[in-house]
């Protein structure tokens, strides 16, 4: 009966867990989406795309490889919100990033996505409030070590990319 019971115990508090770490990504990716990251790494992969395409201009590749190449794009930014992710969360607590989340779900935090130079004054002063508040003051601490993070974590994602596609060319027959 113990030997049930504890085993009862060891499962639900799994499943806690479990549930717990999907709710943190799940957090995590949507902030990444509010506050523009996502676009940043889309547009990252369309330069690459754009960079390869001209490395590989004399080669002659038709446009329907490039088409299937880069259909590798929604994994790939998968793969990177993925990797911020745990960089996040060894940053920030779930409560932290649905404050973020709050942030950059109001007006302020929308234009300051989208671009900052256009924030009305009364979006300037509900940033200045957000950069003095509890979790402002925690962003501003964090930035220099979450920056290194993330740079870290962007260089060798986007070398691995090159690293793929590259590959990929090169399978297909298409070598520099």
């Not at 590989?56 to 794009?73: A, F, N, Q, R």
């Not at 009364?122 to 003051?137: N, P």
Request: net charge neutral; glycine share 4%; no cysteine.
């Amino acid at each position: 009966m113990r030997t049930i019971f504890f085993i009862l115990i060891i499962f639900v508090s799994s499943f806690a867990a479990i549930a717990q770490e999907t709710n943190y990504v799940q957090d995590a990716m949507r902030y990444l989406e509010l506050n523009g990251t996502t676009k940043q790494y889309n547009q990252a992969v369309d330069q690459l795309f754009v960079m390869l395409k001209k490395q590989y201009s004399g080669v002659h590749i038709p446009d329907s490889v490039w088409t299937e190449l880069e259909e590798v794009k929604p994994q790939e930014l998968m793969k990177i919100k993925s990797l911020l992710v745990a960089a996040y969360r060894s940053n920030f607590s779930q409560e932290e990033i649905k404050k973020m989340i709050e942030f950059y779900s109001s007006p302020a935090g929308k234009q300051l996505a989208t671009d900052p130079t256009a924030m009305t004054e009364e979006q300037k002063k509900a940033f200045v409030l957000f950069g003095q508040s509890e979790i402002g003051q925690k962003i501003e601490h964090k930035k220099q070590p979450l920056s290194q993070m993330v740079g870290e974590v962007s260089e060798l994602w986007s070398r691995e990319l090159y690293k793929n596609i590259t590959g990929q060319l090169k399978a297909k027959g298409y070598s520099l």
